[in-house]
């Protein structure tokens, strides 16, 4: 294997990584934002339905953040997971509560 043609394949094993850490992040961020949201609506008086309805949609947006990663490889994959586990940090100390 020449230079080249190793210097491509660990630019693109990082670009899958920064992809997996980006996605995880964002999808992390909405994520934990609506499980705030979801909450105050549980305990509130928010809709049952409305509450079912953000909790189905919270984790269908997860899983297939997660599903499109995994077509990019498992560090891809464990490199979103590291993401989503940053962003729960984020929203902690946003919203208050222990880690």
Do not use: C, E, P
């Not at 928010?46 to 498992?74: D, H, N």
Request: positive net charge; charged residues 5%; aromatic residues 10%.
């Amino acid at each position: 294997m020449d230079a080249q043609t190793m210097t491509a394949d660990v630019f693109s094993i990082l670009l899958h990584v920064a992809l997996g850490l980006v996605a995880g992040f964002a999808v992390g961020l909405v994520h934990f934002r609506l499980l705030w949201w979801n909450t105050q609506m549980l305990l509130g008086a928010g809709s049952a339905v409305a509450a079912i309805a953000v909790i189905v949609l919270r984790f269908a947006v997860l899983v297939g953040v997660f599903v499109l990663l995994a077509q990019f490889g498992a560090l891809a994959l464990l490199a979103g997971a590291v993401g989503v586990l940053a962003a729960r940090q984020v929203a902690v100390k946003r919203y208050g509560g222990t880690a």
